[in-house]
């Protein structure tokens, strides 16, 4: 029976050449063919050479000229051709691998889309254990390409192959050299796999400050944080973190490498003896004269011929390296899978098309984020009702944009449900709900993207609604921002790219809300708004509230705001404090319970009028 790691060991190859021949098996036979060629060329050269040393004696004694210095020639013709194509395989193993790398990255890096793409909320992409199976399953962690896996297969096999060949030539000068050899080869070859194995284990371990180490690194070397981390001046310190954390992911396997300093040694004195016992034998038979001058320089090439069998070189551990990130592959595309969430897989799932048609209601919400110690919310309820705008306001941290990740359903209640005309959301389609979802987030994400894109994203590759989309830009106040830009709606919204430019910070925030509202156009029937105010100026904040009943018309909208002249647009407004919604009501309502809402009101509009205006 095979050793399961081993077993393992075998079946990640396997796997890898599998993932090849399925993205291409065309290239998956160029590359066999590049195995046979490494595995025979070096040793056919070697014997040609060998074989033409044994003749040079005689075709020195009759002349060039004589049928011996003829088979000297040809010899020499034959060992010149076999060079010839042994060099041309450098140059055509690089060709091959920079093929083969490009269609396997592709093929990666689809799977990883797919995969992290499945779940329809995001608390996977906030769970260690997920991030550290990417960054593995990305070559981050143990900085090794995976695209790379299967030409390096290929080539270890071939070694492998060639190595082999030259035992079974060794046999016919004596069965048992080539058998010992062979036999010995693969003894040295035991160990130091296993000294591999141990030293990838313990890198796969330190996979946090690795993935930190990565970060630190990218957040040095990539324009988000330049400006910052000159003005501020933590350089430095960044490339000090970057250090501490590369070298408290390696040293436990920098310690392994010590440790196993003495094994190494044993097995290099063990290489060393059976080399000495081939060529001892070779040089034995030889002064005897029991073979001649060809045989000797053919079986003397054989014996370090054999020796790619046992070799164990930084090529093998990084390809330990590259199949490690397999597994993790696999792992992601099993725990991520869609068919793990009930509404996802579509079992009696229920169209969330128009929905809601008459309240979303949180019903006795408890949630806690995974690994927290406190709840966000204990026992929180709250009715939106269908087509009416509700404001939602708390102090920092009070749970507002949580709360709108779970009408998303981007997260799930620890206890409780959410409601829409009356079904609970998780026997919605969950995709098709999200798509009755628009949403402008606190952080919303600037695409390096055409202004165009930057607001028709859903339906990237689709028909664009002209309409809607000049209509959305009219409401979310971009249209003279759209038509300032140097090539319109073309331009791509990132310095990094020819003819790109960035915007402001308010510039931005008017994309993202002409998004939203494009989504709504297309059909989105709950409209969330984050903080949608929090970076526009004075005009074009007053120029958004006196829109705010446009476009929130006909929608079911969420408005979290701490600017209480966009809040008290609001049909109601919902006071979120310990977990619970203490106070719902309209703005005058409210003002009147003279409750949180009123007190937060007042002292708001206190700080604009110096006190002097109270409501
Ligand atoms: N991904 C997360 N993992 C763990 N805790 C989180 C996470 N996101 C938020 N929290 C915590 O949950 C609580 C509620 O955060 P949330 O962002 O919902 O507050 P908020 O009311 O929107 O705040 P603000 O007004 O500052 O935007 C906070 O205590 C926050 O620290």
């Known amino acids: 029976m095979s050793h399961p790691l081993t077993a393992a060991k075998t079946s990640r190859r396997v796997r890898a050449i599998r993932l090849l021949t399925s993205v291409s098996p065309a290239l998956a036979w160029t590359v066999a063919g590049f195995v046979v060629a490494e595995a025979v060329l070096p040793n056919l050269t070697l014997i040609a050479m060998g074989r033409a040393t044994g003749r040079i004696p005689a075709a020195a004694r009759d002349g060039l000229g004589s049928a011996a210095g003829h088979s000297l020639l040809t010899a020499l013709a034959l060992a010149g051709v076999c060079y010839g194509l042994s060099l041309l395989r450098g140059p055509a193993e690089d060709a091959l691998s920079s093929v083969v790398r490009a269609r396997m990255v592709v093929a990666l890096q689809r799977r990883l889309i797919t995969a992290v793409s499945a779940p329809a909320g995001i ?353 979310a106040g971009a249209t003279d921002l759209v038509e300032g830009l140097a090539d319109g709606w073309r331009t791509v919204l990132s310095p990094q790219y020819e003819g790109g430019t960035d915007l402001s910070g308010g510039q931005w925030q008017r994309i993202a809300l002409a998004r939203a509202l494009y989504a709504v156009a297309r059909g989105a029937t709950v409209l969330i708004l984050d903080e949608p105010t929090a970076q526009l100026d004075v005009r074009a904040e007053a120029a958004f509230y006196e829109r705010f009943l446009e476009i929130t018309r006909g929608v079911t909208s969420i408005v979290i705001s701490h600017r209480f002249s966009t809040v008290k647009r609001a049909n109601r407004i919902a006071v979120l404090d310990g977990g619970r919604i203490t106070e719902l009501g309209s703005h005058s309502e409210l003002l009147a319970h003279a409750g949180t809402y009123a007190d937060l009101f007042t002292k708001q509009a206190a700080a604009f009028t110096g006190g002097r205006n109270k409501a």
Not at 400 to 406: S, Y
Request: aromatic share 8%.
């Open 123 to 475: 608390a996977h992409l906030e769970d260690s254990e997920t991030l550290d199976r990417l960054a593995n399953a990305q070559g981050q962690l143990m900085n090794a390409a995976p695209a790379d896996a299967p030409m390096t297969i290929a080539s270890q096999l071939g070694g492998w192959l060639s190595g082999t060949m030259a035992c079974v030539v060794l046999c016919t000068f004596r069965w048992w050299l080539g058998l010992a050899m062979f036999a010995a080869w693969l003894a040295v070859r035991h160990p130091l796999g296993r000294l591999i194995r141990t030293r990838i284990g313990s890198f796969r371990a330190a996979g946090e400050p690795l993935r930190r180490a990565w970060y630190l690194f990218a957040v040095a070397t990539r324009p988000g944080a330049a400006k910052e981390s000159r003005v501020f001046g933590f350089s430095k310190w960044l490339t000090a973190e970057h250090r501490t954390h590369y070298i408290s992911g390696l040293s436990p396997t920098w310690t392994e490498i010590r440790r196993q300093g003495r094994r190494m040694t044993l097995v290099a004195v063990a290489v060393l003896a059976v080399f000495a016992l081939g060529a001892g034998t070779l040089g034995w038979t030889a002064y005897h004269r029991e073979i001649g001058l060809g045989t000797l320089a053919v079986m003397l090439t054989m014996l370090p011929s054999s020796m790619s069998i046992g070799t164990v070189s930084m090529t093998d551990f990084q390809l330990e390296m590259m199949l490690t990130a397999l597994p993790d592959l696999d792992a992601l595309t099993d725990s991520l899978e869609p068919s793990a969430d009930p509404a996802d897989a579509g079992r009696d799932a229920v169209d969330p098309a128009g929905m809601p048609r008459e309240a979303v209601v949180f019903e006795n919400i408890g949630f806690r984020y995974p690994g927290g110690d406190t709840d966000v919310f204990g026992d929180l309820n709250l009715t939106l009702r269908a087509g009416e705008s509700t404001a939602l306001v708390g102090v920092n941290g009070a749970g507002k944009t949580t709360l709108v990740t779970l009408l998303a359903r981007l997260r799930d209640p620890s206890r409780g449900r959410v409601l829409v005309d009356g079904v609970a959301l998780n026997d919605l389609h969950v995709r098709d709900w999200q798509k009755q979802v628009a949403v402008v987030y606190q952080d919303y994400t600037r695409y390096p993207l055409s202004a165009r894109e930057n607001v028709t994203l859903n339906l990237l590759g689709g028909p664009v609604d002209e309409r809607a989309l000049n209509q959305a830009a009219e409401r």
